[in-house]
């Protein structure tokens, strides 16, 4: 987007035009750096792929209006919707040719990931940081079923993941979460990866993982618990929920922290912060509150088991 904005400013300076643009949602995507007379103006929709934009601009130049709107739309088009949409079609099960993938999708035969992004935040200031990250590589980024997908060879993705999400929630302010499946290397390893990342966006949200970041891979138990029998996740809830709730935020984030660490209690002091007497402390006062002791696998076995099945329901 941050090339598309350039020419907009080009667009507006060279024709001595100024308008103004701005998506449906209100994300101002250009807005000239030319007076506009607020009394005297009009306005008209174009079509950034699947968003409505709306261009503002002054009444004495509405006989340029479909001019811009061809031009704009036809910038956009050559910017970004030739590889958006291959990537949309093999996501939506629609014919592609190979030398069509192999055009737009030039990484994906030594392999590529899909970077899933939610945001509470706006999607398309969001897509705007993400562009402006991979400006000038070969990346590809759109908006896709109300989330971002962001396709690349990534070498580390989980440091990609971490740079994205920083990125987007220092800039814009707001949550930001990131999810991804396996490396793909064909059209149908695309829409396995796919998959793969909403399953685990729509985990992680389920568990208020904390650090926001999601790698199928890495989120085996989370699965297994969410397919645990009912009547378990009933039990279980019955047994621990009122010592759950009983918790405050200082102990919620000790379980969390030792059981991020492997049940390891110097790393997980070091963590928190907190000399290792204070963590033994507190793993005391767990096992006096709920009679399970996490330092023992079998016991942190299942009150994490309990603990997810928790949290998923406070979640809902």
């Known amino acids: 987007?941050?090339?598309?904005?350039?020419?907009?400013?080009?667009?507006?300076?060279?024709?001595?035009?100024?308008?103004?643009?701005?998506?449906?949602?209100?994300?101002?995507?250009?807005?000239?750096?030319?007076?506009?007379?607020?009394?005297?103006?009009?306005?008209?929709?174009?079509?950034?792929?699947?968003?409505?934009?709306?261009?503002?601009?002054?009444?004495?130049?509405?006989?340029?209006?479909?001019?811009?709107?061809?031009?704009?739309?036809?910038?956009?088009?050559?910017?970004?919707?030739?590889?958006?949409?291959?990537?949309?079609?093999?996501?939506?099960?629609?014919?592609?040719?190979?030398?069509?993938?192999n055009l737009n999708l030039p990484f994906l035969k030594e392999g590529c990931f899909i970077l899933l992004i939610s945001v509470d935040g706006s999607k398309y200031e969001s897509l705007n940081v993400i562009k402006q990250i991979y400006d000038n590589e070969p990346v590809i980024s759109l908006i896709y079923n109300d989330n971002i997908i962001v396709i690349g060879d990534f070498a580390e993705t989980e440091e990609h993941a971490q740079s994205i999400k920083e990125s987007i929630s220092s800039d814009l302010y707001c949550k930001c979460y990131v999810s991804y499946g396996e490396r793909a290397f064909d059209a149908v390893g695309i829409k396995k990866a796919y998959v793969e990342a909403v399953q685990c966006m729509d985990l992680g949200k389920k568990f208020d993982i904390k650090d926001h970041i999601f790698s199928y891979n890495k989120m085996l138990f989370e699965k297994i618990v969410y397919n645990v029998e009912s009547k378990i996740k009933q039990e279980l809830l019955f047994m621990l929920k009122d010592k759950f709730d009983a918790f405050d935020s200082e102990m919620i984030v000790t379980i969390e922290q030792f059981v991020s660490c492997g049940l390891n209690i110097s790393d997980a002091a070091r963590k928190l912060y907190v000399h290792r007497n204070t963590l033994i402390y507190r793993l005391d006062k767990i096992k006096k509150e709920t009679n399970f002791d996490i330092r023992d696998f079998k016991d942190a076995s299942v009150f994490l088991i309990a603990f997810l099945i928790w949290k998923e329901n406070k979640v809902e």
């Open 1 to 101: 987007m941050y090339n598309f904005t350039e020419f907009l400013k080009d667009l507006s300076q060279s024709s001595n035009i100024p308008f103004n643009v701005i998506t449906e949602d209100g994300t101002a995507l250009y807005i000239s750096d030319l007076d506009i007379e607020s009394s005297h103006i009009t306005k008209f929709t174009i079509m950034l792929g699947r968003t409505k934009g709306i261009i503002s601009l002054e009444k004495q130049y509405e006989n340029c209006t479909s001019l811009l709107k061809y031009t704009i739309e036809n910038k956009y088009t050559q910017n970004f919707l030739t590889k958006e949409q291959s990537v949309i079609d093999i996501l939506e099960n629609r014919e592609i040719s190979v030398d069509n993938i």
